[in-house]
């Protein structure tokens, strides 16, 4: 409630002659008393709040195995990873050779190809834009695949090269490789 | 100060800006600061303040689990489940929403019957008593259609029952079932409504609490004697001292709803209820919820389907007119020595019914839910009617205060009989 009331009843207790200002127990009684409810309003907020986090039945779905098999050099997949497009490229020897040849101080955000695929055939990049979130063209043959040969964002004109860092446009990072692990040669768990 | 801007007392300037332009500060420094309030409330005034948490409480809670329920008749079992399964304490929401509903109309018993003993419907507070009663039918319709969102077998065939009784409605009755199903049967399309209303209805139990706490506003609140305050001696400010009382009653509350919630959650519950709902086999021994029990034996009590609906309603419908059936002009049942014995026979009566409810519908149940279904309408329709014009109230206190703090606030006089209202101003 408003502080309009009359003059905290505390100072007519304290010890005569102590100052109007002084630390009194209602003030101590008050923190102690706010403290108590803060922690207590925090304790209820929790559940509320937590429960808006994925949920059980969605973590144990965050995983994906991908069939690198069937994929054919030049190729590539695109499949779903919690909810989001990955895409699997299996590269051609001239599509690792233009990655690897580019300086590093000739790209926005600098990273090697090497840092980038743990097989050098085989990239897995997020087939999201980095930029607002669409789903950059590239995956099939007939697909625009920019200036750089990678994948090319119809939303705002971002050019990926062959190994998912962006070259020109407004995104401001590469495309983002997902945690992954051969779980055998021919085979992917990503999650 | 300004023309055109509230004069406000307030002194921090940002809350003084915004009191100026918005009173909202000095209105709840009006109402729930300085308000006068009758000095001698009992715990029972801590009910009204309960029920308001519980409301909100469930709100909360219930717009929580509506982000993860679907209202799908293949998916909506499944959904609650997951809830209590996988959404990261959904089991302690759905568990504090499935008892709130509980702890909310126990608290909202308690109050009415409140009411009821301390005369709380009388005038001047006849509409403030009717906004009461419609929001106990807003709570029993969000309740009953809550309980049908789980779809498992208590749900549905409670659904089907429920639904069923407007059928007992001559010529259009099996119309007005099909329009309350969207189908044949209860099914996904009364799934869907019913989702729909039970979360509506929740605001608009808001507005009406609004409009309750309104008019009790005017008329201020009764008090355990039943007479009004005659002045400053006879009241307190609302803050601290029932705040403080209040906040007395929350802690019990909340120790009561977690001892629920965390101990037996499934207690008040049906085991029923955790099976699929499933539309060729109704369940054996078909109950409502317990709040719903003493409502339920008066409608079992009849062996006509027309007559038991209508005096199902009646129940509640009479309460509407409780406030003229009780022509005593003394409120609180403590100076009422016969009414007083009536209310406590009607009060063990629910309480039968309650049980004799949750009892089979066969052999001696059948008989004690008559004699209940008479004594409770008997209450209202005769003894209260009669005892306004036979019974003699014992002599009321001239004044709360003189009630309260004995003879050391009194300047004169002794108690006066009769009349509870209408008296001088004291001098405080």
């Not at chain 2, 023309?3 to 909202?24: A, C, E, M, T, Y």
């Not at chain 2, 065939?157 to 010529?171: D, E, K, Y």
């Not at chain 2, 309350?180 to 979360?199: I, M």
Request: proline share 8%; aromatic share 12%.
């Amino acid at each position: 409630m408003a502080e309009t009331s009359a003059p905290s009843g505390a100072t007519t207790h304290s010890p005569a002659g102590a100052p109007a200002e002084a630390v009194t127990k209602r003030d101590f009684l008050k923190l102690t008393t706010t403290a108590f409810a803060v922690v207590g309003v925090g304790a209820l907020a929790w559940p509320f709040i937590s429960s808006l986090a994925p949920g059980g039945d969605v973590l144990a779905l965050a995983s994906t195995e991908v069939d690198l098999a069937p994929i054919a050099e030049g190729q590539a997949v695109t499949v779903m990873w919690r909810g989001k497009p990955v895409f699997v490229r299996h590269r051609t020897a001239a599509e690792i050779e233009s990655a690897r040849e580019v300086q590093l101080s000739a790209l926005k955000d600098p990273a090697t190809d090497e840092a980038r695929v743990q097989r050098a055939p085989w990239l897995v990049v997020v087939g999201i834009c980095t930029h607002l979130g669409c789903v950059p063209l590239g995956q099939r043959p007939t697909d625009a695949r920019g200036d750089f040969g990678g994948w090319f964002c119809p939303c705002h004109g971002s050019h990926y090269d062959t190994s998912g860092r962006i070259r020109r446009g407004p995104a401001p990072s590469n495309l983002e490789v997902p945690g992954y692990t051969f779980t055998s040669d021919s085979a992917i768990r990503i999650g | 100060m300004a023309i055109g801007l509230h004069d406000s007392s307030f002194k921090n300037p940002v809350v003084r800006w915004v009191d100026q332009r918005l009173p909202v500060f000095t209105m709840l420094q009006k109402e729930y600061g300085t308000f006068p309030t009758p000095r001698n409330f009992n715990y029972f005034w801590n009910f009204g303040a309960l029920a308001m948490i519980n409301l909100m409480i469930m709100i909360a809670t219930g717009v929580f689990l509506a982000m993860h329920y679907t209202a799908h008749v293949d998916h909506a079992f499944e959904s609650v489940e997951r809830i209590m399964r996988d959404v990261h304490y959904g089991w302690l929401i759905r568990y504090a929403h499935m008892n709130g509903a509980h702890m909310f109309f126990a608290v909202v018993f308690i109050h009415i019957w409140r009411g009821m003993y301390y005369g709380s419907y009388k005038a001047p507070r006849e509409l403030l008593w009717m906004l009461g009663v419609v929001i106990f039918l807003l709570m029993m319709a969000t309740a009953f259609m809550g309980y049908v969102l789980p779809w498992g077998q208590m749900s549905f065939w409670g659904a089907t029952v429920i639904t069923n009784l407007f059928s007992a409605i001559p010529l259009i009755g099996p119309e007005i079932v099909t329009y309350l199903w969207g189908g044949f049967s209860v099914d996904n399309p009364t799934l869907n409504r019913f989702f729909s209303l039970h979360f509506l209805l929740p605001f608009v139990i808001v507005g009406v609490v609004f409009l309750h706490v309104a008019a009790l506003h005017i008329t201020g609140s009764n008090n355990p004697l039943g007479i009004e305050p005659k002045g400053p001696q006879d009241t307190l400010p609302f803050h601290p001292y029932y705040t403080a009382k209040d906040s007395v009653g929350i802690v019990a509350y909340l120790g009561v709803f977690a001892f629920l919630i965390f101990f037996m959650p499934n207690y008040l519950g049906h085991a029923d209820n955790y099976i699929p709902a499933n539309p060729l086999v109704t369940p054996a021994h078909i109950v409502p919820e317990w709040y719903f029990l003493p409502f339920y034996a008066i409608l079992r009590a009849v062996p006509d389907k027309l007559g038991g609906v209508i005096l199902m309603f009646g129940a509640i419908a009479v309460l509407f007119v409780l406030p003229w059936l009780d022509t005593s002009p003394v409120r609180s049942m403590r100076f009422r020595p016969i009414a007083r014995i009536a209310f406590l026979i009607f009060t063990v009566n629910f309480l039968v019914l309650t049980w004799v409810g949750a009892r089979p519908a066969e052999g001696i149940y059948v008989l004690i839910s008559q004699i209940g279904t008479t004594i409770y309408f008997a209450y209202f329709l005769v003894v209260l009617p009669a005892l306004g014009k036979l019974e003699r109230p014992l002599p009321l206190p001239e004044s709360i205060a003189r009630a309260v703090l004995g003879p050391k606030a009194q300047l004169g006089g002794g108690p006066i009989p009769g009349a509870a209202t209408a008296q001088p101003m004291e001098k405080a």
